[in-house]
C-alpha cells in the first residue's frame, strides 16, 4: 500500500484586530478556505480575535485541522480558541514562535500590527542567516505591505543588507494568487 505524503502546514502571521479595511477579513476567510482545500494544516496564534479568527474560523469550517499556540498572557486579550484541533499554551512570546515555527512547512504573512511585523522580522533573519530555508509570503492584500517592502528596499539601498534578501520571501496580491505559489514552494 503506498505511504500517503505527510500532512503539509501553513503558518500564518495575522493582525489580532480587523483592520480597518473589510478586505482584510476577507482575505484572512480566503486564506482559511484554502488552506482547508488543499489539505493542509492552518498554524496561528490561537486567538478567535481580528483577523487570527478569521483565518481559524474560515479553516475549521471547511474542515481543516488547526494548531493554535498561544502565550498564557495573551490567553484573555487574543480570545484563546480553545476548540482546535491542537491547542498549546506557551510561557511566553519567544516558545509562542518557536512552537509554530517548528511546526510548520511554509510561513504566510497577512496584515498586521507590531507582533505580525516582528514574526516577519524573525522568520526573515533566521532565512537570512541560513537557519531554515521554509518559503515566506508576504500578503499584499490591497497593498498593505507596500511600506514595508519600500523600507526592505531602502535597507538594500542603503547597504545594510544585500539584495538577495528580497529573494528571501515573495509578495503576493490574493489568496488567488497566493495557493499556486504555495503549492510551488511546497512540492
Known amino acids: ?30 486564506m482559511g478556505q484554502a488552506i482547508a482545500d488543499h489539505g493542509w494544516r492552518l498554524v496561528y496564534g490561537a486567538g478567535d480575535v481580528g483577523l487570527m479568527g478569521e483565518v481559524a474560523r474560515a ?5 481543516a485541522t488547526c494548531l493554535g499556540v498561544i502565550p498564557t498572557h495573551l490567553m484573555a486579550l487574543e480570545v484563546g480558541k480553545r476548540d482546535l484541533t491542537q491547542f498549546i499554551i506557551t510561557e511566553n512570546m519567544h516558545e509562542r514562535k518557536k512552537v509554530m515555527f517548528m511546526n510548520c512547512d511554509a510561513i504566510v504573512v497577512l496584515p498586521g500590527g507590531a507582533g505580525s511585523l516582528d514574526e516577519f522580522f524573525e522568520v526573515l533573519t533566521w532565512a537570512q ?4 530555508n521554509k518559503p515566506i509570503f508576504l500578503l499584499n492584500t490591497n497593498d498593505y505591505w507596500q511600506p514595508l517592502i519600500a523600507l526592505l528596499d531602502h535597507i538594500i539601498a542603503q547597504g545594510f543588507a544585500s539584495a538577495s534578501m528580497r529573494d528571501l520571501f515573495r509578495v503576493v496580491g ?3 494568487a497566493l495557493t499556486p505559489a504555495l503549492n510551488t514552494a511546497l512540492s
Do not use: D, W
Open 1 to 30: 500500500m503506498p505511504m500517503q505524503p505527510a500532512q503539509k502546514s501553513i503558518c500564518v502571521f495575522c493582525g489580532a484586530r480587523p483592520g480597518t479595511n473589510p478586505a482584510y477579513s476577507e482575505a484572512a476567510r480566503a
Open 59 to 63: 479553516a475549521m469550517t471547511a474542515g
Open 129 to 132: 542567516i541560513g537557519l531554515h
Open 174 to 176: 490574493s489568496v488567488a
